[in-house]
C-alpha cells in the first residue's frame, strides 16, 4: 500500500493546465520552461472575472459580463463558487444581497434562474471554466482537455465533486484537485529550494484557508490544515454594502435601495473604494444609481478597519487551531504566505504579523508573488508534475490531508474512526468487524465525517448495506471494511465479509445541502464537547461489551462443561453476573467494567474448560474452527467471553521518491 502516496506520472496528450476557480475571479497558467506564467485572455488581462451573464441569447463571461451585471442584474450571475454543492436552505442570507432568482432544485441541487436559462452552480462554473480553456487554447493553437483545478482546503465531498463535474461540463478532465494553499507553497517553493515549515493564509473572495506545510527533500506535506468556508472578501464589500443600501433607502429612497440594478451599483462603488483604500489614507464611495441619483460618501482608511474588525478577525480561530493541530508555536513558523485579494489590505496583514509574531522575529509574510496570481501558478506546477515534470519539478512531490475524520457508525451509535483528521492523502485504511446478533445476514455500514464520538454528532456521508452473509453465530463474520480516499480528496468505501467472500463497494455521493458552518463547526465542537462525549463513549462501549460477556455466558451454560463447575464456582458466577446487571443499569462505566472484569475472573476455569474440550475435539478428528464455531466462538478470539469486534488499521507508508 505504500506506493498509493505517490504521485503518478501521467503523460497526456497535448498539454495540462492548471486552473484557479475563484470566487471572484479565475485564471489559468502553465509551465514555461521552469517558471508558471499566468495566460492571458483575449483581452489581454489574465484575470477571467468568475461572472456569467446572457443577453440576446448568448452566453458572455468575464470582463464582457460585467456591463450585463450592471444594466440587468436578473440576467447575470457571480460568486457561483459560494453556491457549490450547497442547497437552498444554505444560502438563504445571501440571496438577500444576491439578485438571484430562484428557479427550482434538482434533487437536492440549488438552480438559478439566470436570463432565460435555469443553471446549477457547476453549470454557471463550468461556463467560466471553458472561456479559461478557450483562452489556453488560443494561446497555445491546440486542444487543451486535461487540467488541475484548485478548491479551498476546507472543501467539502459536496463541493469538491461539483467542482469535478464544473470541470467535465467545460471539457475538461480533471487530474487532480489541488488545495489552494497547497498549490500557492508550490509556487513559492520554486523560489526557494530550502527546508522549513511555512503557514499559507489564503483570505480570497468567498473562502479563508490557512495550511501548514513542511518542506523538505523536494516534498511538500500539509502537516495541518483548517478554515472557514464562508468567510472573504465578499462578507467585507457585503458588510459595506449594506450600510450604503441602508443609508440609500433613509436618505433617498426605500425603493430605489431594493433595485437590482442599486445593489450592483453600490457592489462595483464600495469594491472600487474598498481597492483604493489599500494603498490611500481616504477615499470616496461613489455610485450613480437608477434614474441618476446619485450616492457619495467618503470613508477612511481608519473608519474602513474599524468596521471591517470583526471579519478579519474571524481567520485569528483558524489559524491558532492549525498551529495546534500541527504541534507548534506561532515562532517555530519559518515563512508566512499570503494569498487572496483581501491580504492586500493593510489591517489583513497587520493581523497576520501579529498571529506569527513576525515584525519581532524580523521577518515579513511573503507577497512576492501577486496574491491573485498564486494559486493558478501552483496549480501549474502540479499539473507539470502531473505531465512528467520538467527539470524544475521532476523532484517535486505534493502530499495533502483530508481536513475531517472519517469512519463508520459501530455498535451502541459510537463512531470507529477509520481515517483520522489530517491523515495525509491519498490515504487507505482498513477496520474489522463483525455482528452482533445471531443469524445475522445482512449489515448496515453507516460512513460518517466528523470529530464527535456518536454519528448522530457527525455528519452522514452515505448508508448501504452488505447482503448475503451466511447466518452465523454473532461474532464469527469477519467483516472488512477499507476506507480509500483518492487525491482529490473523494472517499471511495468497500465491505466484504471474508468468511463467505460477499462485497459491497460504494463511492461516497455529495450530500448537496450540507451547510459549511456545520463542516466548520465540527471541529469546534468535538473540542466543546469532548469530555462528555468521551464519557458517553465510554459508558456505550461497557455496556455493549457487558452484553457480549453475559451473552456468552448465557450460551455456555448449555456446554458440557458448565457441569464440571463446583458449586462454590457457580455460585462465585452467579454473584458475578447480579452484580453486572445491576451495574449495567447505571451510568457509571467504571463501575460497569469493574463487574465485567469480575464476571470475566469468575468465569475462567469454565473458559479454560471449554477450550480443553475443543483440544480434545480437534485430536479426534474435528478441527478447532469447528469446534470453537460450536461453542459459538471466533477461532482467533483469545477468550470465549471477550468482546467480539476486533480492530486492525493499515495505513500506507509515504514514499518520498
Known amino acids: 500500500m505504500a506506493d498509493l502516496l505517490q504521485i503518478e506520472s501521467i503523460q497526456p496528450a497535448g498539454r495540462v493546465v492548471g486552473i484557479d476557480l475563484g470566487t471572484t475571479n479565475s485564471l489559468v497558467a502553465f509551465m514555461q520552461g521552469e517558471q508558471p506564467v499566468v495566460i492571458p485572455g483575449e483581452d489581454g488581462s489574465p484575470i477571467v472575472p468568475s461572472v456569467v451573464a446572457f443577453a440576446n ?12 451585471l450592471l444594466s440587468d442584474p436578473g440576467s447575470a450571475v457571480y460568486s457561483a463558487k459560494r453556491l457549490m454543492g450547497r442547497g437552498l436552505e444554505d444560502v438563504q442570507d445571501e440571496l438577500k444581497l444576491f439578485p438571484f432568482q430562484i428557479a427550482s432544485q434538482a434533487g437536492e441541487m440549488l438552480r438559478l434562474k439566470v436570463g432565460p436559462r435555469e443553471m446549477t452552480a457547476p453549470e454557471i462554473s463550468a461556463l467560466v471554466l471553458g472561456q479559461l480553456k478557450r483562452n489556453a487554447e488560443r494561446f497555445f493553437q491546440q486542444p487543451v482537455t486535461k487540467a488541475v483545478i484548485t478548491v479551498p482546503a476546507y472543501f467539502n465531498d459536496a463541493q469538491r465533486q461539483a467542482t469535478k463535474d464544473a470541470g467535465r461540463i467545460a471539457g475538461l478532465e480533471v487530474l487532480r484537485l489541488v488545495n489552494e494553499p497547497t ?37 511538500f506535506e500539509v502537516i495541518s490544515t483548517n478554515g472557514d468556508t464562508h468567510l472573504g472578501g465578499d462578507d467585507i464589500d457585503n458588510l459595506l454594502m449594506a450600510i450604503a443600501l441602508d443609508e440609500i433607502a433613509n436618505e433617498i429612497d426605500p425603493a430605489l435601495a431594493a433595485d437590482p440594478q442599486t445593489v450592483q451599483a453600490v457592489r462595483k462603488a464600495v469594491i472600487d473604494a474598498k481597492i483604493a483604500l489599500s494603498s490611500e489614507e481616504e477615499t470616496r464611495i461613489d455610485a450613480t444609481l437608477p434614474g441618476g441619483a446619485k450616492y457619495q460618501r467618503t470613508i477612511s482608511r481608519a473608519q474602513f478597519e474599524g468596521l471591517i474588525t470583526d471579519v478579519i478577525a474571524r481567520t485569528a480561530g483558524p489559524v491558532k487551531q492549525a498551529l495546534k493541530d500541527a504541534n507548534l508555536t506561532p515562532e517555530q513558523v519559518d515563512e508566512v504566505v499570503l494569498v487572496g485579494g483581501s491580504t492586500r489590505i493593510p489591517a489583513v496583514r497587520a493581523l497576520v504579523d501579529t498571529l ?18 498564486v494559486v493558478a501558478l501552483g496549480a501549474a506546477v502540479q499539473a507539470d508534475i502531473l505531465a512528467g515534470g520538467s527539470a524544475a519539478t521532476e523532484d517535486l512531490l505534493l502530499l495533502d490531508v483530508t481536513p475531517l475524520s472519517l469512519g463508520i457508525e459501530a455498535l451502541g451509535g459510537v463512531v470507529a474512526k477509520i481515517i483520522q483528521r489530517n491523515s495525509t492523502i491519498p490515504a487507505s485504511a482498513t477496520e474489522h468487524f463483525t455482528t452482533g446478533v445471531d443469524g445475522q445476514t445482512n449489515v448496515a455500514i453507516h460512513v460518517v465525517q466528523g470529530e464527535r464520538e456518536l454519528a448522530k454528532d457527525c455528519r452522514s456521508l452515505a448508508r448501504f448495506d452488505l447482503k448475503g452473509i451466511p ?64 464519557a458517553e463513549r465510554q459508558l456505550i462501549e461497557a455496556k455493549n461489551e457487558a452484553s457480549v460477556i453475559q451473552d456468552a455466558v448465557a450460551k455456555g451454560k448449555n456446554h458440557a462443561a458448565w457441569q464440571q463447575l463446583t458449586a462454590e464456582e457457580l455460585a462465585a458466577i452467579s454473584a458475578a453476573e447480579e452484580t453486572l446487571n445491576a451495574a449495567i443499569v447505571g451510568a457509571d462505566y467504571k463501575t460497569i467494567r469493574t463487574a465485567i472484569d ?18 480434545a475435539g480437534a485430536l479426534t478428528g474435528q478441527t478447532m474452527q469447528a469446534a470453537g464455531e460450536k461453542m459459538g466462538e471466533g477461532p482467533t478470539a483469545p477468550h470465549p467471553f471477550a468482546p467480539a469486534h476486533i480492530s486492525e488499521t493499515q495505513k500506507p507508508e509515504e514514499k518520498k521518491d
Do not use: W
Request: a negative charge.
Open 57 to 68: 441569447g448568448t452566453a458572455l463571461i468575464g470582463n464582457a459580463a460585467h456591463s450585463t
Open 183 to 219: 498549490a500557492a507553497a508550490l509556487a513559492y517553493g520554486l523560489d526557494r529550494a530550502k527546508e522549513g515549515l511555512v503557514a499559507v493564509y489564503d483570505l480570497g473572495g468567498g473562502t479563508f484557508d490557512v495550511s501548514i506545510l513542511k518542506l523538505q527533500d523536494g516534498i
Open 356 to 373: 506569527f509574531n513576525l515584525s519581532p522575529r524580523g521577518k515579513k509574510a511573503h507577497t512576492e508573488l501577486n496574491p491573485d496570481e
Open 471 to 534: 447466518p452465523m453465530t454473532a461474532g464469527m463474520p469477519r467483516i472488512e471494511v477499507k476506507f480509500l480516499i483518492d487525491a482529490n480528496g473523494i472517499l471511495h468505501v468497500s465491505a466484504r465479509e471474508q468468511r463467505s467472500g460477499k462485497e459491497q463497494e460504494i463511492e461516497v455521493k455529495p450530500t448537496y445541502g450540507l451547510t459549511d458552518e456545520q463542516v466548520e463547526e465540527m471541529i469546534l465542537a468535538s473540542f466543546d464537547n469532548a469530555e462528555t462525549d468521551l
Open 598 to 615: 469480575g464476571l470475566d475472573k469468575a468465569t475462567r476455569r469454565f473458559a479454560e474448560l471449554m477450550m480443553d474440550s475443543a483440544v
